[in-house]
């Protein structure tokens, strides 16, 4: 599976593109950062990431898309920026028929690194640790990225098994429906010969 992970941003939106599977070795396809000039105005900002996002799409050619959801902060306006990149993302991915997965920030640091409360430099070294790199990416918003594109290899695959397994499961019944089977009087049968 082939996973371009996006951490959301005006002015530097990180993009990953990492192969792999469950259990299997996972290896780095490109990394890279979407930059825009704060200074502009955000129609032309949100231009230019649908743009740089496009390109990775169309290079990539990606399985799936993992963007990282959007958290509430003190910064309204950070979170607004952040929100409008994170549409384009999802956006650009739709408009091609790409599955598109939202992961918490907590979610992404503990299928990295088995803490939900890891810091970006934690973060960072097991992305270079797992991706096998020689230096670890940069800026963070580039190992975020990647580590996005991680996280739902693993967690996503099994995710998507557990939801295929359930739509071939037999529909379950209603606690009414056990309820009122129980209820009823058992039936005997005699055997007369």
Known sequence: MRVLGVDPG????????????????LKMAGVGVVRTPA??????????VEQG????????????VAVERVFAQHNVR??????QASAVAMLCATRRGIPVTLHTPSEVKAAV???????????????TRLLRLDAPPKPADAADALALAI??????AAAGRIAAAVAKAPPARSAAAVVRAAARPAV????RP
Request: proline share 6%; hydrophobic share 40%.
């Open 151 to 156: 996280c739902h290899i693993w967690r996503g």
């Open 188 to 191: 005997r049968q005699e055997y």
């Open 10 to 25: 005006l002015t530097r939106c990180g993009v990953g593109v990492v192969d792999g599977a469950p259990g299997r070795p």
């Open 53 to 64: 996002i496009e390109a990775w799409l169309e290079e990539y050619r990606p399985d799936m």
């Open 113 to 127: 690194t088995g803490s939900g409360r890891a810091d970006k430099a934690q973060v960072t070294a097991m992305v």
């Open 78 to 83: 950070t979170v607004m920026g952040t929100a």
């Open 39 to 48: 200074d502009a105005e955000i129609g032309p900002r949100l231009l230019l």
